[in-house]
């Protein structure tokens, strides 16, 4: 696999202007199928049937080149599935920019697992440095709490899991990834958010939709609900056979301080 490290300077990445851009991007009470979605978009690439149940993709017969997919990942364990289930559609580079990450140590872990995956899975599937890789970022100390703003909104630091705090965060890490993603010439972004059970599925695609949307990167956005079809099961599946580090916490110094409170 290919592993490329970048500083965090970004081009294009505007922080936390999504805190209020793209709020209600769907009708109140609408409750898209985001999985259906993304299927219908893999049909109408014309490659063929999209085959993924959940414990194993069929890769349909390719004619042509692959679109590029720049997936957004918060760890190893989110991203077993949802690369088991694109890989046959997409060239993939796995975008891992996670400054939320607390404290360096537990990052590095994380990042070590996903290099880890990568480089087993690839090997398992004969995927090149071309149809898989990696692309990571330097971990600056602080750049959360400024990108979430949490000066003006200290706060958030108080709030539990699935708030306003994890919002802002899905939102600039999104951000980065469209901005990258325009700058490297993607045809999509999707994000590794939706296959946890603790994550809010429809806040991570209604700000992928609104980004796509807004027109300013000109990249597509790939929606997701990676923990239909016994998803969330397959990751742990696939951690136990790569024997991948499982963290017991979402990222933050402030989710993992209030769930030790619990």
């Given at each position: 696999f290919f592993l490329v490290f970048y500083d965090i300077?970004?081009?294009?990445l505007r922080g936390n202007i999504l805190q209020e851009e793209f709020?209600?991007?769907?009708?109140p009470g609408q409750k898209p199928d985001f999985n259906k979605l993304m299927e219908e978009i893999i049909l109408g690439l014309g490659k063929g049937a999209f085959l993924g149940d959940g414990l194993g993709v069929t890769a349909p017969g390719y004619g042509g080149e692959k679109p590029g997919l720049l997936l957004?990942?918060?760890?190893?364990p989110c991203s077993t599935t949802c690369i088991e289930r694109l890989f046959p559609y997409f060239k993939i580079c796995v975008f891992f920019y996670n400054p939320n990450i607390y404290p360096f140590g537990e990052y590095s872990k994380r990042l070590d697992a996903m290099k880890r995956f990568i480089e087993l899975f690839s090997r398992d599937n004969c995927l090149s440095d071309e149809e898989l890789y990696l692309e990571a970022f330097d971990y600056r100390e602080g750049e959360f709490?400024?990108?979430i703003s949490l000066g003006d909104s200290p706060g958030l630091a108080l709030l539990p899991e699935r708030g306003e705090r994890c919002r802002r965060c899905y939102s600039f890490r999104l951000?980065?990834?469209f901005a990258f993603a325009s700058e490297r010439g993607f045809?999509?972004?999707c994000?590794?958010?939706t296959l946890?059970?603790?994550?809010?599925s429809l806040w991570v695609n209604e700000i992928g939709y609104g980004l796509e949307a807004s027109g300013a990167f000109g990249v597509k956005y790939l929606p997701s609900d990676f923990k239909k079809k016994n998803g969330y099961l397959r990751s742990i599946e696939l951690c136990k056979k790569y024997s991948l580090y499982r963290q017991d916490y979402c990222g933050c110094r402030y989710g993992l301080e209030n769930s030790r409170k619990e």
């Open positions: 300077n970004i081009p294009g709020k209600g991007f769907f009708w957004q990942t918060c760890c190893a709490e400024e990108k951000e980065g990834a045809d999509y972004v994000s590794t958010l946890s059970p603790y994550k809010n």
